[in-house]
Every structure is written in C-alpha cells, then in structure tokens.
C-alpha cells in the first residue's frame, strides 16, 4: 500500500460482514435497522448498512443529513436534540424534500417550534437511564410536549426515542440484556402514555450497538439505531459485543524511531492519528491508545499496544529485544482502535482495502458547517 | 455571532498579545523564534507569529509543510523524525524551492537518505529527556549519523534539534527552570561532541512553550520552537505558563437540554468538539473536558465545567437550581479547551472574533495526504 501515513484503512469484506449480520438480526426482530452514521459518515457505507432495509438512516449534526440528503437519502433522523438556532436549518431541509425528524426533550423547544415558520417532524426524546438528554418517561412534560407538537399546524408528532447509551458501562452479556430491557420498556412505558392520551406515536426507535446485539425484547419497538457496529472497535470487542476479527478499522502507520536502549519503538499515528479516546482503560483488557497488527496480515503482533501518545507520535513499549529488533525504521504497523468513532473522526476519508488492495477512497463529511 | 454550534473561536486581540510578547522573550535572550504551527495549522496565525522574527516555522506534518510553502514560507522544519517512506516527498519540497529541513534519529534513516535521489538538510534529534523519539546525547551513533550525512553528496548537516516535552510533567515554575536547563545542556553537550569531531552544526535548536518561556540560559542556543503559546489552554494556565486570560482558542456551543431533575446542563459539543484530551485531570485544577465561560464577555461561569462528553454532548452537572435556570435551551456558552492542539483539530477553520465581532474566517489544514 503505497500511500503516506498515518492513513485510515476500512476492511471492505468485514463492513459488508458486519452490516449483513445487523442487518439479518433485526429482521429476525421484526425491527427496522436505521444505521447511526455518526460514525462512517461516509455515503458509500450508509449504501451498505441500509441495503436489504428500509433505507432510513440516523445522524448526528445536520451537516451530515445534508450530506446524506444530498446523495439521495431522504429518510434521515437527527438524533441530538435540536438547538433553537438549528432550526432553520432543519426546516430548510424539509422545505426541499427531506423527511427528516428532529428530536427535542423539553417544552421550550416545543414553544420555539410551534412557533417557527417552518415544518417538522418530531421525535421526544426519553431518557432510558443514561442520564444524557430526553426526558424520564414518567416525566409530566411528555404529555404537554405530545400536546404542544400535535396542536401545531407546522409539526406532526412522529413518536419515541431512546438511546441506552449506559450499556457502555455493562461488563457481561447478562448486564447488556437487563439493559435492553429497561431500555426497552421506558421507550414503551412514554410510548403508552402518549397514545393514552389520545396524541399519535407511529414510531417507537432504540438503539446501542450492546443492546441491540444482546436484546430479547423488541415487542412494540418500530426501529433501532445502532452505529458502531459497522466498524466496531476494541471496546466493543472487550465487552463482547464483537470479536477482534470483526474490527474493519485501522489506522496504518510507520515506525520512525526503534531505541532498545530504551525498549520503545515510536509510529507516526499519535493522539490525534489515534484520537485521545481512552475507553478501553474501563475494562478488563486495556489496550492504552491501540493494538498493534502486522500492516499485511492485519493480525495482532504478540499483544503489543500504543502506550502513550503525543500529537504525532505513538509509543510502543517493547522489552523484549529481539521482539524489538522486528519492528526496524520503515516498517509499517495496523492500529486496531478504541473507539471507531472518535479515532475516524481525524481523517478525511477511508482507504478501502480488499486484503491488501486498496480498492476505493470513500470521503467522509466532518465537522459541523 | 449568527453562526452554528459547535464552532471554534479565535480571539485576535489576544493572538496578537501572544505572539509578541513569545517574539520579545526571545528577542532578548538573542534567540530566533521558530513558531510550531502544529497548533495553529493556519497561515494567518503563522503570519503573526513570525512577526518581526526570522520568518522560520516548525510544523509536524508534511501536509503543513506542504502548505505553508504553497502560500510563501520557505524555512521550514518538519519536526517529527521522518518515515524512510516520507523522503520521496521531502525532496519534492526542497526541489522546488522549499528550504526544508527535516529531522532523524538512526544510522538507517542516514543511509537511507544518502541513498536516495533527492537532496535533504538534516537536523540530528536529541533526546533530552522527554524519552519519545531521539538519540541520547551521548549515544555512539551520534557522530556515525554526523559522518553519514556530512559525506553525503546530497545531504547538509544543519545541526541538532531537542523538545523537553517533560516540562508537560512539571509542576512547579522552578522544575521548568531546572527542565530547560537540562534541555539546553543536552542539545549543547551533543552540538558540542559534533563540532569537536569535526562536523558543522551551525543549528541548535530547543523548544517547548513551557521551557522557553521561563529558561535562563540560553547560550549557544540558534532558535527555540514553542508552539501552543500562540493561543494557551487551559493546561498551560493550570501549569503557570500563561494566565485564563491569556487563552485565545474556544469552542462556541449551545445549551440543547437543561434537566433540574438531574443536575445537569447538556451542550451540543462533546467528545468531537472538544477533543478527549484530559490533561487537566494531573493538574492541582481538573477542568474536565473544558472550562464553562460566557459566550459574551469570555469569562468563567463561577468554575462550572464540561464533566463528561459523549460524542455530540458535553454534560454540565449544576447543583444549584438558580445557577441552573442561568443556563436555559438556547443559551450559548464559550469552552475554554484543555489542550489546544487537541480540540483545534477537529475543526476546518477558525472564526476569528474581535470582542463579539467575527472579523474573519481562517482556515486549517488538517489530516496528512
């Protein structure tokens, strides 16, 4: 692979793996898969991830629904929850076709929108024990929320959404499953008072990579909105969500220094090649900023891992000499990942690589312009 | 300021008080200032910071390189040991008209270059300390790599090069006094061993915004290359470099959920916006992901901070339900960035602010293609 690095690989056959599992699992629920591609951002693996579905998809900043809009995917969820000053923006890409639904979580957004002169669909957002946005679904405001959107001309009430985002603290199957659960049944119990009292609720959407692999329980539920999974990365693969095999990213990188006298070999992909995410220190394995692979197997080297970063270095503690001696100026490692999301974010696009070929470069739409 | 959350701020005034107060440092201690733009990654930072100096840079990719010399500046340090795989691009820089010098730590990276095609001018990496990339100064090689490069028909020696980035460790203002000082006699000692053995060294080069700014010695030292000082952190702050005030790079964002029954203020910048960088958490000061200051005035919201980041959220926990009613759906904070290298990178470009005024839009090379 004759390209500079720090470079962001994507491994073609494990993403087309990956989606094809999601995708088969779902189905198997009864549930529509509507990918989060806050993590790809990228048109070519939204194509992937919503083939054989229903073709919505999830984002994260409206750069993104304008992005996807503009390729042709219509069917969009922004799943943050809307400032007021974003709501120009959202109602522009409705005026121009897009079936895009906003999430809110209080009775001031619901005033600024009734009161907006553009259109919406609205998602209100609950909070299923993360604690991050929504609201708890025993909250007095959903009901005058539900009531505020239905009774606007300019908005429809287009249902529930949750995001079990503690499931990222689960450490067992076991733990993921109750999970799911109460992720399930708070989505449920908001979605029940809704409709009790007399306002529409045609969606009601989950999602966690966790929860969604590991969930029983999708009776009720219309939709899920798992992101990672067409990646994965390393915390996934410590909580057993995934194995490391199925990780399709890597960052490539070069060895620039190899000091035995100081048991350290150093690679040109430091914290922002590898992003700063430390996630893995929460967990059994903790794999510092990475784990080392050969570039052309792509498999593990003896459970070596970037120790410590810097802006443009990675460190690789090696106290083993001739373990050293394997790792010369020049040659170039895979870097396996903590956290897809954070780690792809550095970059502009993906080398896509069939084995050892790279067979496409797919950009990505950062930032939030 | 009519422009959408979350975006990256850039305060002029202090800016400009940055880069000449680093430029009269150094200016009497008879030392050249080579701004790192690995930081700033901006022309028109650039163009500040060698205000009334020399006119070098330092820069950590070649992509800057490339830049940089693009819109006009010639001397050019690329101050990460360079991959073997790189030297194709080097050399295409110094062909066309690029004074760039670029910087090795092994006998292989030498052979490698007096072997190749093209013409290099090659500082020589000291480790002073900092144990990341660079050859002790008293390492046997020192003198091989010297000859290599000095015999080399298509090679220069331009000298030695150190970054005490230890100084990161310190925590007292007389432990940086006593860091640069060891920087200064390592790179010293290694120019001096060069020089006796009969090769030039006419470069002696030393840098980091913490020892430059309070190291006394400065003698036989040719340029210093600090970086961050042109817009500070919070880290820096915390460490006595600079003052909260002096901290010039902030992240634009707006409250999108405000939850009394939880304590907490949501912001629509997290993990992205702000970076994961927590380098505040080994100060006496931890600051979390960000300090919590008003979008007007830019001064602290009585120490509130961002506690916890999700990829799109930043988490505001607020106890006080009068402080909390301060901070409705809507409102727009400023967050003042642990580690500015870190959190400036996730943007394309600065909105640069004179008071609340945006007087100008700069852009930001990112990435290494």
């Known amino acids: 692979m004759d390209i500079s690095t720090p ?9 087309r793996r990956n989606t094809k599992a999601m995708t088969a699992r779902l189905a198997s629920k009864g549930v529509n898969l509507r990918p989060h591609l806050k993590t790809a951002k ?41 400032a007021p000053s974003k709501l120009d923006r959202a109602a522009d890409l409705t005026r121009r076709g897009a079936g895009l639904k906003i999430i809110i979580d209080s009775v001031d957004l619901a005033v600024a929108i009734s009161g907006h002169g553009g259109q919406f669909r609205v998602l209100i957002e609950i909070d299923c024990g993360e604690h991050r946005t929504g609201l708890d679904p025993d909250h007095a405001d959903l009901l005058e929320i539900a009531r ?43 979605a029940a008072r809704i409709k009790k009292a007399g306002y529409a609720c045609p969606v009601v959407s989950i999602g966690s990579t966790p929860t969604v692999t590991f ?15 067409v990646f994965y990365d390393l915390f996934q693969a410590g909580m057993g969500v995934c194995s490391e095999k199925d990780i399709a990213l890597s960052v490539l990188a070069s060895v620039i220094s190899n000091r035995p006298e100081h048991q350290q070999v150093l690679i040109d992909a430091g914290g922002l090649a590898l992003s700063k995410d ?18 052309l197997t792509g498999l ?10 810097h802006q443009e270095h990675g460190n ?54």
Chains 1, 2 share one sequence.
Not at 55 to 77: N, R
Not at 332 to 350: K, W
């Open 7 to 15: 470079a962001l690989l994507l491994d073609l056959k494990k993403v």
């Open 42 to 82: 990228s048109l070519e693996v939204a194509r992937l991830a919503i083939e054989g579905n229903f073709g919505g998809i999830t984002v994260s900043t409206l750069t993104e629904a304008e992005f996807f809009f503009a390729q042709g995917i219509t069917d969009i969820v922004y799943a943050v929850c809307i």
């Open 148 to 190: 505020l959107i239905t009774d606007s001309e300019n908005a429809e009430l287009s249902g529930v959404l949750t995001h079990a985002g503690q499931s990222y603290n689960c450490r067992s199957v076991q733990d993921i499953r109750q999970t799911a659960q109460i992720e399930h049944d708070a989505v449920l119990l908001a």
């Open 215 to 229: 969930g029983d329980d999708f009776s009720g539920v219309t939709e899920a909105r798992p992101g990672v999974f």
């Open 278 to 295: 430390r996630s893995t220190g929460a967990l059994d394995t903790d794999f510092g900023y990475g784990l080392v692979c050969d570039a």
């Open 300 to 309: 593990p080297e003896s459970g070596l891992i970037v120790d410590s970063v």
């Open 316 to 369: 690789i503690h090696i106290s083993d000499v001739d373990t050293l001696a394997q790792f010369p100026v020049g040659r170039r490692v895979r870097i396996l990942p903590n956290h897809a999301c954070m780690t792809a974010a550095a970059y502009d696009g993906y080398y896509v690589v069939d084995g050892n070929d790279i067979v496409a470069e797919w950009p990505r739409c950062n930032g939030w312009k």
